[in-house]
């Protein structure tokens, strides 16, 4: 069987995206502005049904086995390598960030808490970029809005922006309130997603012309 071109570099951008991406989570939730568009819908279905059955580790691996399969009818090209990470890594990571950054940091003031905010969104956008362009495969959440862009030919942004607000809305009806976070994502992580991907991620793996490079 032979490996895609540059596989050790897609290896390391799919895994390192897969975890940046957990701990922008993390310092989502501890920025108490709310947290991304998928995980306001995530964990306000959490909140709401399993918080007392399950941890949310446990639970996350159960959402995205339901949605993987939803995605290998519609989707299957894009599961892969990042996918499974994603699967059974980002939950564990989320709670590992938050427990970390409350011991180091357990009463931010809002200047603190504006910070963590910044660096959730550049660094949730930053890795969605690198491990979808990684090729390897996205998260189940992700592959949505790239299917639905490629085949009605609405530019990924568009598409991610409406995916993001149906997120949000589930969310708030299950009773997590959205904060200025995850509007700001709501509205930004397509653009942001396709910034990253036209002035690092791309050129980090074909090179600056936009060809496949040595290594």
Same mark, same amino acid.
């Given at each position: 069987? #032979?490996?895609?071109?540059?596989? +050790?570099?897609?290896?390391?951008?799919?895994?390192?995206?897969?975890?940046?991406?957990?701990?922008?989570?993390?310092?989502?939730?501890?920025? +108490?502005?709310?947290?991304?568009?998928? +995980?306001?819908?995530? +964990?306000?279905?959490?909140?709401?049904?399993?918080?007392?059955?399950?941890?949310?580790?446990?639970?996350?691996?159960?959402?995205?086995?339901?949605?993987?399969?939803?995605?290998?009818?519609?989707?299957?090209?894009?599961?892969?390598?990042?996918?499974?990470?994603?699967?059974?890594?980002?939950?564990?990571?989320?709670?590992?960030?938050?427990?970390?950054?409350?011991?180091?940091?357990?009463?931010?003031?809002?200047?603190?808490?504006?910070?963590? $905010?910044?660096?959730?969104?550049?660094?949730?956008?930053?890795?969605? &970029?690198?491990?979808?362009? &990684?090729?390897?495969?996205? &998260?189940?959440?992700?592959?949505?809005?790239?299917?639905?862009?490629? #085949?009605?030919?609405?530019?990924?942004?568009?598409?991610?922006?409406?995916?993001?607000?149906?997120?949000?809305?589930?969310?708030?009806?299950?009773?997590?309130?959205?904060?200025?976070?995850?509007?700001?994502?709501?509205?930004?992580?397509?653009? $942001?997603?396709?910034?990253?991907?036209?002035?690092?991620?791309?050129?980090?793996?074909?090179?600056?012309?936009?060809?496949?490079? #040595?290594?």
């Amino acid at each position: 069987m #032979k490996l895609p071109d540059h596989f +050790q570099k897609r290896v390391s951008m799919t895994t390192s995206g897969v975890i940046f991406c957990a701990i922008a989570v993390g310092f989502f939730k501890c920025s +108490q502005f709310g947290v991304d568009p998928f +995980q306001c819908f995530a +964990q306000g279905i959490w909140g709401h049904f399993f918080e007392h059955l399950v941890s949310y580790g446990i639970y996350y691996i159960f959402l995205s086995g339901i949605m993987l399969i939803l995605d290998l009818f519609v989707a299957r090209s894009y599961m892969g390598v990042a996918t499974l990470v994603n699967m059974f890594l980002t939950g564990y990571v989320v709670d590992f960030t938050c427990l970390i950054i409350n011991r180091l940091c357990p009463n931010p003031t809002l200047a603190v808490r504006i910070v963590f $905010l910044a660096i959730a969104v550049l660094v949730m956008c930053f890795a969605s &970029s690198l491990y979808m362009t &990684s090729n390897l495969g996205v &998260s189940v959440y992700d592959a949505i809005p790239i299917v639905i862009s490629n #085949k009605s030919k609405i530019p990924f942004r568009f598409v991610r922006i409406t995916c993001d607000l149906i997120c949000v809305i589930i969310g708030t009806l299950s009773g997590l309130m959205p904060g200025v976070g995850t509007l700001i994502t709501a509205f930004f992580m397509g653009p $942001l997603i396709e910034y990253f991907n036209h002035s690092f991620s791309e050129p980090f793996l074909f090179g600056r012309n936009g060809k496949p490079t #040595k290594g």
